[in-house]
């Protein structure tokens, strides 16, 4: 989910690398969480969320009872939700959905409301805060995708509609069309986590079969071609990857700041508050303070003005809505 979206969230000692080697001398970890302003709808696990301009979108997802089709909007200078359009009519609420933005709008698509599975798709107008319905995904119907925008173009990519998938479609608002893509290589998968750095897409774990996927890709989309990364659990010879025992999960919430990604809480397998820290530039990952809210799965992650936030989400049968802010740099402050 981008950003699950669309859709669309891994910390207990610092690692200071070098080159492709770390040591792990130190017992500490940075960054602090800071508790914003509750979300101001029911609490839920596995909605969406997308981001226009300096706004975050917050909206479908499971309250424990319901699948959901609302929607608010957060405004992180003003710490402050606001109701906005929910789903058109004729839209079922739906949980494990994926969303993005491209060009000033919104998009949602897919998703299931634990009998069926989706693969209508919608474009919300801030302006007229309206949702329209838009030409419907060509895959499978399907839940637990991934969604991401880059380039000027929307993607739906994995999931499960029966079986795993891998397969990448890409969206193009101007026409509103769609096309297929690269696959996703390796392994097939549902709930992983997407995320775009720069001018590359990346999607990482997921699971398969209840099995973990501990799988990093960046797509390239001028090219329409993937690369696999390393991998996120200790496989090679070297020290860098000693301390990766926790990357790796499902239903984590993710967000990017200063060109840098998040990956956060989620389940592995147990529900995990967790931090790790990506820099694509070394293809390292590195353990920050872990989340200081409750340890939850299904939450959602965005960012604004390079600011991380991470909201609602679940802690087994416990639904939950608080919100979250992660400074990476700032000293741990139990107090905040």
Request: glycine share 10%.
């Amino acid at each position: 989910m981008l950003m699950r979206y669309s859709t669309g969230f891994c910390l207990l000692m610092s690692l200071t690398w070098m080159a492709c080697s770390k040591s792990s001398d130190s017992t500490t970890t940075v960054g602090n969480w800071v508790h914003k302003v509750d979300f101001k709808g029911a609490a839920r696990s596995e909605a969406v969320s997308f981001t226009i301009n300096d706004t975050a979108f917050v909206g479908t997802g499971y309250d424990g009872t319901n699948r959901l089709k609302d929607f608010y909007s957060y405004d992180a200078e003003r710490n402050t939700w606001t109701q906005r359009a929910s789903l058109p009519d004729a839209a079922p609420g739906r949980n494990s959905a994926v969303a993005f933005a491209v060009g000033g709008k919104g998009y949602m698509g897919t998703g299931t409301d634990g009998v069926n599975k989706f693969n209508d798709f919608y474009e919300y107008d801030p302006a007229s805060n309206a949702w329209t319905a838009k030409a419907p995904f060509p895959g499978t119907p399907r839940y637990g995708a991934v969604g991401f925008a880059v380039d000027g173009n929307g993607y739906i990519a994995t999931g499960y509609d029966g079986t795993w998938l891998n397969d990448n479609y890409q969206y193009n608002p101007a026409s509103n069309s769609w096309s297929g893509k690269a696959d996703v290589p390796n392994s097939k998968r549902q709930d992983a986590s997407a995320f775009v750095i720069g001018d590359s897409a990346y999607i990482v774990t997921g699971t398969s079969n209840l099995t973990t996927i501990n799988e990093l890709s960046r797509y390239d989309p001028k090219h329409d071609s993937w690369i696999l990364k390393r991998a996120i659990t200790n496989v090679s010879d070297d020290d860098y990857d000693n301390d990766y025992t926790s990357i790796a999960g499902s239903n984590c919430s993710v967000f990017v700041m200063n060109n840098k990604a998040y990956l956060a809480t989620g389940a592995k397998p147990s529900i995990s508050n967790v931090v790790w820290e990506y820099d694509p530039v070394t293809d390292l990952w590195d353990l920050k303070q872990p989340f200081e809210g409750t340890a939850r799965t299904g939450a959602v992650g965005f960012a604004i003005k390079n600011r991380g936030f991470v909201t609602t989400g679940s802690s087994g049968s416990v639904q939950l809505s608080d919100t979250w802010e992660f400074n990476p740099t700032q000293d741990y402050n139990k107090n905040d």
